[in-house]
């Protein structure tokens, strides 16, 4: 004995005559059975379902593919009589009172419609995805759902309950013909042109025959055959199973039946963007309006950025100025300091010299001399006590890293490089060295600032963007090396000479003070200072002792 579920739309006294030739024949074709029918609402189809009390069910598509869990098998697909086909032969229709005043599916927003079960196929389903194609969602009107049979609808809509009602195509059609309302009374919305019904959507595929569960395979094989010869006034009633694209395309785009896939996302994107689309316009307003604030703010940062540097440029240009300012001030002070302290007895040697040519008297004449060369050692002592305050010991020397040092040089001389237009490489080894920190810097310091000045003097014979300085720092077995490599011209050769013979004071002529501080200090460090002349420019050498 095998259960039949019927999806009763319209009730089951109804359902019972439309389906009765189908019992009949799947009873006449296969005598040692009984197959015996029940008419169920979608939710009873559902309930009778998972308590395994059904055989074989016949549904619409929709309904067939949300209950694919239930291991549904499809034998036949049903051929409606008002269409001769199965792969087109549901739809839906909306339909208003004939007197409304609604003519278009845009008045409907904030309107009562009515509609049978949320998941219904031609009662909910179809009419509201084409509601949605025209821009009205179901978020913008009222829903009603009555629930089943169907005929209820028809009379809210005829007794003025609800302003619409979405009901399956032909159901106006079949009611009218049962006398049970006058199809004077409906009108039609969105109707689709050349149709045996009113209806309002495309057709979709029709009704299915399916096994539930794991049926023995030859009764199925007698059911499927019996389905397929089976004839109504000359006309098959069932046909072979057909494709359900279109449906499973609109359960996944309402979010129902199998998982949706990558199309089905894109599809309910694209609505969610029609349906929301002036809280996103002023969502993306916001974020242009936050990029154009971002901009604006950078371009502001830039801008101070440039000025910062402009005006640190400014105050070392200050400083090197008050620097060679207090330079000239001190070599004057000490200049003067001296022609002061010498005035007094080199007057008294004149003056002892001139009275010894006066005077006959030999004893007068050893003292004048003697005088002399007092004068003299005192003239000698002067200049002694100025040597000493002039090499007066350095500092205590103490370990630091010379990359680091040189990292803060070169930072230092970043921004006038940048206004000369000139590129600082560095190429710094890790290491401590155990010196004196001030002394070293002051020597750098001076090198790399020799190097700009010469950049600076040559700025119109250079292209700029082949204006560097080269600040190399590597240790050597017996100490360190720091390179400072310009390619802005050489120097005259005799200072180069004059540096390599470590010539005493009297003979740096023509060196810059700059240069003349560092080669002292190089040599007070027990280093070795060296310039060379390459093809483009100079090479300065600088070599520092371990200990």
Not at 94 to 122: C, M, T, Y
Not at 372 to 390: D, L, N, P, S
Not at 431 to 439: K, N
Not at 454 to 478: F, W
């Amino acid at each position: 004995h095998y259960q039949v579920g019927f999806l009763a739309v319209r009730g089951e006294s109804q359902a019972r005559s439309t389906w009765e030739p189908t019992l009949m024949a799947l009873n006449e074709a296969i005598p040692h059975h009984q197959f015996s029918g029940r008419y169920l609402t979608q939710t009873e189809l559902d309930k009778a379902l998972n308590n395994d009390e059904l055989d074989f069910l016949v549904t619409n598509p929709a309904h067939f593919m949300l209950s694919r869990g239930q291991l549904l098998s499809w034998l036949a697909s049903y051929l409606d009589p008002r269409y001769g086909q199965a792969r087109a032969s549901v739809a839906g229709t909306l339909l208003v009172r004939a007197d409304s005043k609604i003519v278009e599916p845009e008045q409907l927003r904030s309107q009562l419609v009515g509609a049978v079960q949320d998941e219904a196929f031609g009662g909910y389903l179809l009419v509201a995805e084409q509601l949605r194609r025209q821009g009205v969602f179901m978020d913008d009107i009222k829903l009603h759902f009555s629930g089943y049979p169907i005929d209820a609808l028809m009379y809210l809509l005829r007794d003025g309950a609800v302003s619409a009602a979405m009901v399956p195509s032909c159901l106006l059609e079949d009611m009218s013909a049962e006398g049970l309302i006058n199809p004077a009374d409906f009108r039609a919305l969105m109707q689709e042109e050349d149709s045996h019904c009113a209806r309002s959507t495309p057709l979709y595929p029709g009704w299915s025959f399916a096994s539930v569960g794991n049926p023995d395979e030859p009764i199925l094989r007698a059911v499927t055959q019996a389905l397929l010869s089976l004839e109504v006034e000359g006309a098959p009633q069932w046909g072979a199973p057909i494709r359900l694209d279109e449906v499973a395309q609109l359960l996944m785009a309402w979010q129902l039946g199998p998982e949706p896939e990558s199309v089905a996302h894109v599809t309910l994107l694209q609505q969610f963007i029609k349906q929301h689309w002036p809280w996103l316009g002023g969502f993306l307003l916001l974020v242009v309006a936050l990029l154009l604030h971002h901009s604006w703010v950078r371009a502001l940062l830039h801008r101070r950025t440039k000025e910062c540097a402009t005006l640190h440029h400014q105050v070392n240009q200050k400083e090197q100025a008050l620097a060679q300012a207090r330079q000239r001030m001190l070599m004057g002070e000490m200049a003067t300091g001296l022609a002061h302290e010498l005035n007094q007895p080199l007057s008294a040697i004149q003056a002892y010299a001139q009275a010894g040519e006066l005077l006959s008297d030999p004893q007068q004449q050893n003292a004048a001399f003697q005088h002399i060369v007092t004068e003299t050692e005192r003239g000698a002592a002067i200049i002694r006590r100025f040597r000493q305050w002039a090499t007066q010991p350095l500092p205590s020397a103490e370990a630091f890293e010379l990359a680091e040092l040189g990292e803060e040089l070169v930072a230092r001389m970043l921004p006038r490089a940048q206004e000369v237009g000139v590129r600082l490489i560095t190429d710094l080894a890790p290491g401590s060295l155990l010196s004196v920190r001030p002394a070293v810097e002051q020597i750098l310091n001076n090198l790399l600032g020799n190097a700009l000045d010469a950049h600076e003097r040559l700025r119109e014979q250079t292209a700029l963007s082949q204006r560097r300085i080269l600040l190399q720092v590597m240790p050597t077995d017996t100490g360190w090396q720091v390179m400072i490599e310009d390619n802005a011209g050489g120097v005259d050769p005799a200072i180069i000479t004059t540096l390599q013979q470590d010539l005493p004071a009297s003979h740096y002529h023509g060196m810059g003070i700059g240069l003349l501080v560092s080669h002292r200090l190089v040599l007070r460090l027990r280093g070795k200072l060296s310039l060379y002349n390459t093809e483009q420019g100079t090479q300065a050498i600088v070599f520092f002792p371990k200990e």
